[in-house]
């Protein structure tokens, strides 16, 4: 997983992360060796600034509504 340049260090992908796998570094998010490419991540930032390779560019974020984040 990377980030691009349309991260805006908000933490969304740190928080919604089930293993706890994403820290924010300098405001960058930074994986750990602990990614089960669940792929919360990806569909949970509101600038879809994370990309897993080319294998998510240009293609459409789902969310499952069930799904909550730990501040909710």
């Known amino acids: 997983m990377l980030p691009t340049d349309a991260c805006i260090?908000?933490?969304k992908c740190e928080q919604v992360c089930p293993l706890g796998n994403i820290q924010l570094k300098?405001?960058?998010p930074d994986w750990g060796k602990s990614c089960t490419h669940c792929m919360a991540c990806i569909c949970s930032c509101?600038?879809?600034a994370i990309e897993y390779g080319n294998s998510s560019k240009g293609k459409v974020r789902y969310l499952c509504s069930h799904v909550v984040s730990?501040?909710?």
């Open 46 to 48: 509101p600038k879809e």
């Open 70 to 72: 730990k501040e909710e």
């Open 26 to 28: 300098q405001g960058v």
């Open 9 to 11: 260090s908000c933490g």
